[in-house]
């Protein structure tokens, strides 16, 4: 019977086909597959479609692979590169190279060890500033309101002590209501166990805001009532020893006591409410009767209001509502010039809230930019070390070849080695993390702890930072290794190549000494930058000045006070002031100059001091008098330089008689003196117009200046011991608590100093690391050159001339590199030093001295190898051939 | 000697093979083996007998040239080797000696 010709029209099931001819023996799946038509078209004839379809899918089933098995083994066996007993190989060449070569490796491993462990370490940075109130059930509802002066343009978290009432009664899509008055300081005791204590007042709304865990009490009737207190389980402890602490007293500033309504469970570390003690808002009328809890005109950012909107309110749709709350409690004429603002949970923690923390974003950027380029620099090394080294695995690469391994596998190859390097790097890693990240913690001010470090993100971020490493540093060798011709590498000719390659090497060279360079350079600007913050002329001695809080300001106790304190051998001068003469916070008010046609409105920074507020801290009066402490009536004012150039007189002498009107009614005081201009804010900003004036219920702090500017720690400590009796003695049941002003105002430039020891700490790491690429670079030049060093001292050349000429290569990379780094180092400086007010001149000498630094580091980084190859007996390095 | 067992269906398609000569590859098999024994034949269950006996070198094989039919496909053409035809013969004369060693009577009892 012969075969059946031609199928008709209806065909098989396409997907059965290609099912075999993926799943079935490759040998027998042409014939299989024309048999199977044939059958098909036989089965077409013989009965339905539907019955052909189905024996055809049955059949074709039927012969794939599991099912019918392979009959013959493959004479020549399709190689895969990636079988077990390769893999298995690549791990062994892979282990004897890295034993082959010790040098490189270790360079290597600790390079990258060091830029992998910079990365993990900055990942739990950013992932802790990036993770703040994200617990929060509700979080997606929740948000602050914030009010915004138009005029300035500019947002306060803080706002007017009536919106919480505003919002719950003319606010009907928010669901509660948390308004949060933080307090600074306060003394907390239980029995004669006094602590010194910041607490905020809440109201039950907080509750219901925030997810709070009751171990004692319930969120239902807690901080209803005036006079009660909600304790963190640390701080139930604190105080009682024990969680079961409902029902129990805590005195509050010696006047009121205050009972635990509740105990809750500690807040997380991300936490932007770290309260440990919350006090109920009807306490507040007892404690400070003044405090006006339905106020509409200023406000301080102490005071914050959070609202859970219903589910379905979007921020956008209240607009309205808070232009209303504006019209109704601040007139018409507000809405020019005040708006408030929804701002939702997640973003607090970037800009100011009461927590007291705030991410630093753009230290985070700077840190992440930092990290990655020192990870890049260890790549480099062993990119670079890799390739130079290529001549050493020249012959393998070209026996592998020649008996058959194809490209793919020798990538492969390469890539294990690259891997395994990678691996035992991120081992070190991870050492190098746990004993660095206090230290990082400390550095940055995170409270991160090793526990951070041992968490599923982390080892998922190490897994990921393993694999990106392993591509970044091994994909290039690996495919220019691979690349080799078999002809060319196992002829014995390495030279040919090796000028094509060296291009590649010399331009990562001078990528990491251009990143050593910039970092380099930065790290001296930012240092001379605070140098200058150390030693700046403030226009006031901030030295051996011991400030200390007055939890009361009646006259006659500040009167025995400041004689007792006096009474010191030790003590020079005592001032009551509102605050220093530099600090962080301040007072401003509008002032008005009426002489002139216009009238000239200053906004002015109110100094509140008595008479020895000039001595204590040696302000300079140019004009007029001083103030005595029986200027009371505001009616005598001290006036600044900067206060007498805008009401536009240029002369101090002439400014002495002067009335200035405090804002636009019609009180006025008049200028006895003009003291010399001092930096009343930090450097970072200008100095503000000043008012001094003497105002008794506005001191808040004791200012005492020691006898001796430099004074030794024995005598500080007698001064300290003798104010803090005075001090005890005029305010008994409170905490004495003091600090030094040179110490306080340092704390301005704190973010700067941290910012300058992460660049010291990268700067070291990455010059070291691309010092030791340039060391393995080196080292491998010398060997490579040392027939030619023989020939050359053979001949009669010099020692030097022969150190001079291994040199010259890598000081040309030092000199390009600091061509392309210096300008990059002067706009990145440029750039940071627009952030204050009072700085330093980038001076031009500044990056020619980084350079000869980064160039003496490199000479002794070459030099080394340079001189020990240069003085080889050429007997010994000519003798091999 | 190698002495392989051949199976009853492995023996059919063995001889299946032998009567189609040249023509003997998996599509004509199994039809003529379905027309020669009315019953319905698994054209896998052909295909894997072929291979097997292939495999036990009863069979051997070789590919044809490319057709017009079936997709261009190439056909695998099977021709009974030495070892196939003796054991085909072998198989026979294991039949022919019990069919003679049957006696008339028992023969009759089977019917027609």
């Known amino acids: 019977m012969g075969p059946r010709t031609s199928a008709p029209d209806p065909q098989p099931p396409k997907w059965a086909g290609r099912l075999l001819t993926f799943l079935g023996d490759p040998e027998t799946a042409e014939e299989l597959a024309g048999d199977l038509l044939e059958m098909y078209a036989y089965w077409l004839e013989t009965g339905s479609k539907a019955r052909a379809n189905r024996r055809y899918i049955w059949n074709a089933l039927k012969l794939i692979r599991p099912f019918s098995r392979r009959k013959r083994a493959n004479p020549y066996p399709n190689p895969h590169s990636l079988t077990p007993a390769m893999i298995q190989n690549h791990f062994t060449i892979a282990f004897r190279n890295l034993f082959k070569s010790k040098g490189h490796s270790l360079i290597n491993i600790s390079g990258l060890a060091v830029g992998m462990s910079c990365a993990i370490l900055i990942f739990l940075a950013v992932r802790h500033e990036t993770s703040y109130d994200l617990h929060q059930s509700h979080i997606d509802r929740i948000y602050r309101v914030e009010t915004e002066n138009i005029k300035e343009n500019q947002t306060y978290p803080g706002t007017y002590t009536g919106m919480a009432n505003a919002l719950r009664t003319d606010m009907p899509e928010a669901e509660t209501v948390a308004p949060l008055l933080k307090i600074g300081g306060s003394t907390m005791a239980v029995g004669e166990h006094r ?150 949970l997640s973003t607090i923690h970037y800009s100011g809230n009461l927590g007291g923390r705030s991410a630093n974003v753009s230290l985070l950027k700077t840190l992440s930019l930092i990290g990655a380029l020192v990870l890049l620099i260890a790549c480099f090394n062993f990119i670079n070390l890799s390739t130079a080294q290529a001549f050493k695995r020249a012959k393998e690469v070209g026996i592998r070849k020649a008996i058959g391994s194809n490209r793919q596998s020798l990538v492969y190859q390469f890539l294990t080695e690259a891997g395994l390097i990678t691996l035992l790097a991120a081992a070190g890693a991870l050492i190098l993390s746990v004993l660095a990240l206090p230290s990082l913690a400390a550095a940055l001010a995170i409270p991160l702890t090793a526990s951070d470090l041992f968490t599923a993100e982390t080892a998922l971020f190490s897994v990921i930072l393993l694999i990106v490493t392993t591509l970044l540093a091994g994909v290039y060798p690996a495919l220019r290794l691979s690349g080799m011709a078999p002809i060319w590498a196992l002829k014995n000719n390495v030279a040919v ?212 500017e430099r004074p030794t720690a024995a005598s500080v400590q007698t001064a300290l011991s003798h104010i803090e009796k005075a001090w005890t003695a005029a305010f008994p049941d409170q905490v004495f608590e003091y600090s030094f002003l040179d110490e306080t105002l340092a704390q301005a430039y704190q973010s700067e100093t941290r910012t300058a020891r992460l660049i010291e700490v990268a700067t070291f790491f990455a010059v070291l690391i691309a010092c030791m690429g340039l060391f393995g670079l080196a080292t491998f ?91 080889l007996d050429p007997v010994r390095s000519l003798r091999s051939e | 000697m190698k002495r392989t067992f051949l199976g009853e269906f492995e023996e059919l398609v063995l001889l299946t093979v032998a009567v189609l000569e040249e023509e003997a590859y998996g599509v004509s098999v199994a039809q003529e083996l379905e027309k020669k024994t009315g019953r319905s034949v ?42 196939g035809r003796k054991a085909l013969r072998e198989a026979k004369q294991v039949r022919e000696e019990l069919w003679n060693a049957l006696s008339p009577n028992a023969l009759q009892l089977m019917g027609n």
């Open chain 1, 497 to 708: 190549q090796a000028g094509q390659w060296f291009s590649m090497r010399q331009g990562l060279v001078v990528v990491q000494f251009t990143v050593s360079l910039v970092l380099i350079s930065c790290a001296m600007l930012i240092n001379r930058q605070l140098d200058f913050f150390r030693h700046a002329d403030l226009g006031f001695n901030q030295s051996a000045i011991i400030t200390v809080g007055l939890p009361d300001n009646k006259p006659e106790k500040l009167q025995a006070l400041r004689d007792n304190v006096l009474r010191s051998p030790q003590v020079k001068d005592a001032s009551y002031s509102f605050n220093s003469a530099s600090a962080e916070s301040n007072w401003m008010q509008s002032m008005e100059y009426r002489q002139r046609p216009e009238v000239v409105q200053v906004k002015t920074q109110m100094k509140m001091g008595d008479a020895h507020f000039l001595d204590t801290y040696g302000i300079r009066l140019l004009a007029g008098e001083p103030l005595k402490d029986s200027d009371t009536t505001h009616s005598k004012i001290l006036v600044n330089e900067i206060f007498l150039g805008r009401i536009g007189i240029t002369q101090p002498a002439q400014a002495v008689g002067e009335r200035i009107y405090y804002g636009d009614g019609d009180q006025f005081a008049t200028i006895t003196g003009v003291v010399k201009n001092f930096n009343v804010n930090s450097l970072h900003q200008k100095i503000d117009p000043t008012v001094i004036q003497v105002v008794p219920d506005n001191y808040f702090q004791l200012g005492v200046k020691l006898q001796s």
């Open chain 2, 42 to 83: 698994g054209f896998s269950t052909v295909h894997t007998t072929l291979q097997r006996l292939e495999e036990k070198g009863y069979l051997s094989s070789q590919m044809g040239g490319a057709t017009a039919e079936r997709g261009g496909r190439r056909k695998r053409f099977f021709a009974v080797t030495t070892f």
């Open chain 1, 781 to 871: 030049t010398a060997e490579q050159r040392t027939k030619e060093i023989g020939v050359r001292k053979v001949l009669g050349a010099s020692v030097g001339s022969i150190i001079g000429l291994l040199s010259k290569d890598f000081l040309k990379l030092v000199v390009i590199a600091f061509l392309i780094a210096s300008p990059i180092a002067w706009y990145a400086m440029d750039v940071w030093l627009e952030h204050f007010e009072f700085k330093i001149r980038i001076a031009w000498w500044m990056f020619p001295a980084a350079g000869i630094l980064m160039t003496a580091i490199a000479m002794l980084t070459v030099g080394f190898q340079s001189v020990r190859a240069a003085r």
């Open chain 1, 195 to 344: 602590f010194r204590e910041s607490y905020v007042y809440a109201d039950a709304g907080i509750f219901k805001t925030f997810d709070y865990q009751w171990i004692s009490g319930s969120p239902a009737d807690a901080l209803t009532q005036p006079n009660t207190i909600v304790l963190t389980r640390r701080y139930a402890e604190k105080y009682f020893g024990t969680t079961d602490a409902t029902g129990k007293n805590i005195r509050l500033d010696n006047k009121q006591d205050l009972t635990v309504a509740g105990v809750v469970e500690d807040y997380p570390a991300t936490s932007s409410f770290p309260f440990d003690m919350i006090v109920s808002f009807p306490t507040l009328k007892n404690v400070n009767p003044d405090y006006d809890q339905n106020r509409w005109n200023g406000w301080n950012d102490n005071f914050q209001v959070f609202v859970l909107l219903k589910k379905g309110t979007r921020p956008e749709q209240l607009i309205g509502r808070f232009a209303g709350v504006v019209k109704k409690y601040m007139g018409k004429e507000a809405l020019d010039h005040k708006r408030f603002k929804l701002a939702h």
